[in-house]
């Protein structure tokens, strides 16, 4: 049971949910906005005031976390204690988190090179191994589950949640966002490590924050994150696309996905018909590619990339690549309304709903129970991909997935082992140990069903 003897979840239900003292939530709790609050408690336990991330989650991960919680923050708009508390996580992130950035600096170098030779074989170009920091990615396993390497001393906080406080107590006085703040134009820099999707996934984030507190700080970051990703394009694939990372080998689905999603948001963010039409071209032209790419297959779903010669590679099809593709169309949609968008959405979303959910409509990736840190998180994006195309282009279908997993996490994917905890599979039973990653993962279905209900 969601008991509120854990630590946080006690400081937290006390200072921002509204006349809860001592609250107990239990399986009888089916209010979405309670069970989201009370999971966001659980969340914070993790969060990490010193490095502005999510302790026991990787980098990439903590992009996605933070757009969860953002999006937590928009369903949940009368909550003033969580719109502080957000506010403050994005502010703190904004600043610390870029020192846990795994690879800083490699995608100046291989900018520099490219333009210097910029004739020779990517291959001859890109090989700057003593560049990089050993950050990696690779696909593992018989899933060929995309999974991050991070340096030997990556994980090592530098002083353990010595300013948590300011994060799990609401009353505190709120951080003013001074003028200065807000007319800065941040370095894209320090949030680029060399994997195009992690880039992105930052991008994403922060327009959600721009969203949220109207900084435009946030919005000139991911603009500045998009723009230097554009000098990548394009791949040797049909003379377009991005490749996944500084090494420019592979080309696949998720980094090309991000960056039509990101373009397609900032469109609607733009401040002038002539910017908006800049990223309206980029995002046209990318799913131009994209659905000339083959990548998406026969049964309407898409695969994780392409082969050496620009083939489908048949690899798994992820939940997450078949969720950022909905969001971009959306986004596109709403910046150029077409409504071949949302039916190619629909088209995708249905075909990933039939090869994903098992009879429960619970849905699945094929490494569970043993993701790696990586495999964890791609169902939430999925989630939260699937509420905002519902919110576009409603189906009752739709509705019951988020719904129904949604209830399953809380039914079935928690242990009292680890109080407050969801772990990587939704159906159950509780696979130890959840971390932030796989709890920050179920939230979004739980932050779905909020949205939708
Ligand atoms: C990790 O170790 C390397 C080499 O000892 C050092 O240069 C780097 O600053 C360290 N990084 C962190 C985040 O502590
Ligand atoms: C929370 O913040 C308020 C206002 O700054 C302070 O008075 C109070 O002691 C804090 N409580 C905790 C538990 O830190
Ligand atoms: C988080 O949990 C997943 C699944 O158990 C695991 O593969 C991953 O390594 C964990 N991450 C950390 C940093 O412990």
Same mark, same amino acid.
């Given at each position: 049971?969601?008991?509120?003897?854990?630590?946080?979840?006690?400081?937290?239900?006390?200072?921002?949910?509204?006349?809860?003292?001592?609250?107990?939530?239990?399986?009888?709790?089916?209010?979405?906005?309670?069970?989201?609050?009370?999971?966001?408690?659980?969340?914070?336990?993790?969060?990490?005031?010193?490095?502005?991330?999510?302790?026991?989650?990787?980098?990439?991960?903590?992009?996605? $976390?933070?757009?969860?919680?953002?999006?937590?923050?928009?369903?949940?708009?009368?909550?003033?204690?969580?719109?502080?508390?957000?506010?403050?996580?994005?502010?703190?992130?904004?600043?610390?988190?870029?020192?846990?950035?795994?690879? +800083?600096?490699?995608?100046?170098?291989?900018?520099?090179?490219?333009?210097?030779?910029?004739?020779?074989?990517?291959?001859?170009?890109?090989?700057?191994?003593?560049?990089?920091?050993?950050?990696?990615? $690779?696909?593992?396993?018989?899933?060929?589950?995309?999974?991050?390497?991070?340096?030997?001393?990556?994980?090592?906080?530098?002083?353990?949640?010595?300013?948590?406080?300011?994060?799990?107590?609401?009353?505190?006085?709120?951080?003013?966002?001074?003028?200065?703040?807000?007319?800065?134009?941040?370095?894209?820099?320090?949030?680029?490590?060399?994997?195009?999707?992690?880039?992105?996934?930052?991008?994403?984030?922060?327009?959600?924050?721009?969203?949220?507190?109207?900084?435009?700080?946030?919005?000139?970051?991911?603009?500045?994150?998009?723009? %230097?990703?554009?000098?990548?394009?394009?791949?040797?694939?049909?003379?377009?696309?991005?490749?996944?990372?500084?090494?420019?080998?592979?080309?696949?689905?998720?980094?090309?996905?991000?960056?039509?999603?990101?373009?397609?948001?900032?469109?609607?963010?733009?401040?002038?018909?002539?910017?908006?039409?800049?990223?309206?071209?980029?995002?046209?032209?990318?799913?131009?590619?994209?659905?000339?790419?083959?990548?998406?297959?026969?049964?309407?779903?898409?695969?994780?990339?392409?082969?050496?010669?620009?083939?489908?590679?048949?690899?798994?099809?992820?939940?997450?690549?078949?969720?950022?593709?909905?969001?971009?169309?959306?986004?596109?949609?709403?910046?150029?309304?077409?409504?071949?968008?949302?039916?190619?959405?629909?088209?995708?979303?249905?075909?990933?709903?039939?090869?994903?959910?098992?009879?429960?409509?619970?849905?699945?990736?094929?490494?569970?129970?043993?993701?790696?840190?990586?495999?964890?998180?791609?169902?939430?994006?999925?989630?939260?991909?699937?509420?905002?195309?519902?919110?576009? %282009? +409603?189906?009752?279908?739709?509705?019951?997935?988020?719904?129904?997993?949604?209830?399953?996490?809380?039914?079935?994917?928690?242990?009292?082992?680890?109080?407050?905890?969801?772990?990587?599979?939704?159906?159950?039973?509780?696979?130890?140990?959840?971390?932030?990653?796989?709890?920050?993962?179920?939230?979004?279905?739980?932050?779905?069903?909020?949205?939708?209900?």
């Amino acid at each position: 049971m969601f008991l509120s003897c854990h630590f946080q979840l006690l400081v937290l239900s006390l200072s921002y949910i509204p006349n809860s003292s001592a609250q107990s939530l239990d399986d009888s709790t089916t209010d979405p906005t309670k069970r989201a609050e009370s999971a966001l408690s659980t969340l914070q336990s993790w969060y990490n005031g010193d490095t502005g991330i999510w302790d026991t989650a990787g980098w990439w991960n903590a992009a996605n $976390i933070m757009t969860m919680v953002g999006n937590l923050a928009k369903a949940d708009s009368d909550n003033e204690g969580l719109q502080s508390l957000v506010t403050r996580v994005f502010a703190n992130t904004m600043t610390q988190a870029p020192s846990k950035n795994p690879q +800083p600096g490699v995608e100046e170098f291989a900018y520099r090179r490219q333009v210097l030779n910029p004739s020779n074989e990517a291959s001859a170009l890109y090989d700057g191994s003593h560049m990089g920091s050993g950050y990696t990615k $690779i696909l593992v396993s018989a899933t060929n589950e995309p999974l991050s390497i991070y340096p030997q001393n990556w994980t090592q906080s530098k002083r353990k949640h010595a300013n948590n406080g300011e994060f799990i107590n609401t009353s505190a006085p709120r951080r003013r966002t001074t003028q200065t703040t807000l007319a800065s134009t941040p370095d894209p820099k320090p949030w680029l490590d060399g994997f195009y999707d992690d880039d992105l996934w930052w991008a994403l984030a922060w327009i959600n924050a721009y969203d949220i507190t109207s900084n435009t700080e946030y919005l000139y970051l991911a603009q500045g994150i998009f723009i %230097a990703v554009t000098s990548v394009w394009p791949s040797h694939c049909n003379n377009g696309g991005i490749y996944w990372s500084w090494k420019k080998t592979y080309v696949n689905a998720v980094s090309n996905e991000l960056f039509m999603s990101v373009a397609a948001h900032l469109a609607n963010r733009a401040n002038s018909r002539d910017q908006k039409e800049i990223y309206v071209q980029w995002a046209e032209r990318t799913l131009t590619w994209f659905q000339n790419s083959g990548m998406i297959n026969a049964h309407g779903t898409i695969n994780d990339g392409l082969t050496d010669a620009c083939e489908n590679n048949h690899q798994t099809t992820w939940s997450y690549n078949q969720g950022i593709i909905l969001g971009a169309l959306v986004e596109l949609h709403r910046a150029t309304p077409d409504p071949s968008y949302l039916s190619l959405a629909a088209k995708i979303a249905k075909a990933a709903l039939q090869e994903l959910t098992d009879q429960n409509g619970v849905i699945h990736d094929v490494c569970e129970p043993n993701c790696g840190g990586d495999g964890t998180q791609f169902k939430g994006v999925f989630m939260r991909n699937l509420q905002t195309l519902q919110a576009a %282009a +409603p189906d009752d279908d739709y509705v019951a997935v988020i719904q129904a997993n949604a209830d399953s996490i809380w039914m079935n994917d928690w242990d009292e082992g680890q109080e407050g905890a969801f772990s990587v599979d939704w159906a159950g039973p509780f696979v130890w140990w959840a971390n932030a990653s796989t709890h920050g993962s179920a939230m979004d279905a739980l932050v779905a069903a909020m949205a939708v209900g």
